[in-house]
């Protein structure tokens, strides 16, 4: 039996990582749970299923509210950041699943590792934002750090029983977003409700935004640099609309391994929960004779120059992918209020890149300052953009 905790269990990964546990009732039991607390309601019916021991959310409130709701025995019940934080490193667990959404599972992430705890990471902003730290405790610890994420599942699966030494370079597919066929031309007018209409995967919305402006596959070749320990001129992005190849790796003797599925997250976070093994799932299966025709195209960096500034911020290395993704953050956060334009995320995280000098990241709590000061930042940008003020 394997104890879980799921950090961020409310979301599109965190749900469907439950359902999995529904699945597999003998192979999974679920110990702890975190997330914001928006939805209390969700979490008390999820506490009646799964019956973890401990529950952290990072709204205090909810937290009171979640413990009227629970009659006794009710699961321990922890609040704010430090509250998230404590859950991750002191409820026993054999697997954390990292699946909190931005910067906020910078530190639980890093307190399960700390905890020695093998870590199924989703919550790629925190291998952004501080790779070379997260890198370097789970190595210090010993702690397996395996991906979620279906592309990098997918690199790893074809990294198994290979050398190191031998990839030439890693392929990462990308599904193109909504926009892929759309001519420059019409960016100006790409509303909300286009955006968050992705053409293969159903997500949450600040990674649908992500996968719409690229910045997703951006984000993830630095998640690939620090999992893989690659340099950043070995990862190529591949646009594949179909989402079937889910990611390839090169070997240096010209051989290219694929991994290909349906394009349900069901299959990377099982793969991360039971590896090194494998379950027989009722899921659905690929069947190519129907998929037909699979392609694959050059990313287009004018179009989508949040690709280009996430290279740029992984050449730079140091301090600069931390305001990289901070400004991201800001500035999709404000798309997804309506404050911010498509076309001026970019720009948003540019000016930040450009405004910080970017140096070596020494530690965590250097990260947690600078991802803080990007963030005033990026809102100040944000809100000279509402006032006309940048073009
Ligand atoms: P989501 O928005 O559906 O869920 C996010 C979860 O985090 C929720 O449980 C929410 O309560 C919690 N949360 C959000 N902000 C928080 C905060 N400030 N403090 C504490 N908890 C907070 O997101 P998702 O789509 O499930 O994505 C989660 C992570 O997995 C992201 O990093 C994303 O990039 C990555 N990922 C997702 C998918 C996918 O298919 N959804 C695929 C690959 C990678
Ligand atoms: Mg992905």
Not at 8 to 15: C, K, Q, Y
Not at 94 to 117: E, F, K, W, Y
Not at 330 to 349: C, G, H, K, S
Request: proline share 6%; net charge neutral.
């Amino acid at each position: 039996m394997k104890r879980l905790t799921i950090l961020g269990a409310t979301g599109s990964i965190g749900l469907r990582a439950l359902e999995l546990v529904s699945t597999f009732p003998d192979e999974f039991t679920v110990t702890g749970l975190a997330a914001r607390g928006s939805n209390v309601e969700l979490i008390a019916d999820l506490c009646r299923k799964y019956a973890p021991e401990a529950v952290a959310l990072l709204d205090p409130a909810a937290r009171d509210r979640l413990a009227r709701l629970l009659p006794a025995p009710a699961p321990a019940l922890l609040a704010g950041p430090e509250g998230l934080v404590a859950l991750a490193r002191d409820v026993e667990a054999d697997v954390v699943l990292s699946a909190l959404v931005g910067g906020a599972g910078l530190l639980p992430t890093m307190a399960a590792i700390q905890a020695g705890r093998t870590l199924a990471l989703a919550n790629k902003e925190t291998l952004v934002m501080a790779g070379s730290v997260m890198t370097a405790a789970a190595r210090a610890r010993g702690v397996a750090l395996l991906p979620v994420d279906s592309e990098h599942s997918a690199v790893f699966q074809c990294l198994v029983g290979h050398n190191r030494g031998d990839v030439h370079r890693i392929l990462l597919t990308a599904s193109g977003g909504p926009f892929r066929e759309w001519p420059r031309e019409k960016f100006s007018a790409i509303t909300l409700e286009d955006a968050l209409r992705h053409p293969t995967w159903k997500m949450g919305a600040k990674i649908t935004i992500d996968s719409a402006t690229l910045m997703n596959k951006g984000l993830e070749i630095i998640e690939a640099r620090w999992l893989f320990d690659v340099r950043p001129d070995q990862v190529q992005v591949i646009v594949h609309p179909q989402s079937i190849v889910h990611s390839m790796v090169e070997y240096v003797d010209g051989a290219v391994l694929a991994q290909l599925g349906v394009a349900d997250m069901g299959i990377p976070i099982l793969y991360a929960l039971t590896y090194p093994e494998r379950r027989p799932t009722p899921a659905a299966r690929l069947d190519l004779t129907r998929v037909g025709t699979l392609a694959f195209f050059e990313p287009d960096v004018e179009r989508f120059p949040c690709l280009a500034l996430a290279r740029a911020a992984l050449e730079q290395g140091g301090t600069a992918p931390v305001v990289l993704n901070a400004a991201n953050e800001v500035a999709v956060a404000a798309f997804l209020d309506r404050r911010l334009r498509f076309v001026q995320i970019p720009d948003v995280i540019a000016r930040a890149l450009d405004a910080h000098p970017a140096r070596a990241l020494a530690s965590i709590e250097e990260c947690v300052a600078v991802d803080g000061e990007t963030r005033r930042r990026a809102g100040e940008l944000v809100a000279r953009h509402a006032g006309g003020a940048l073009s």
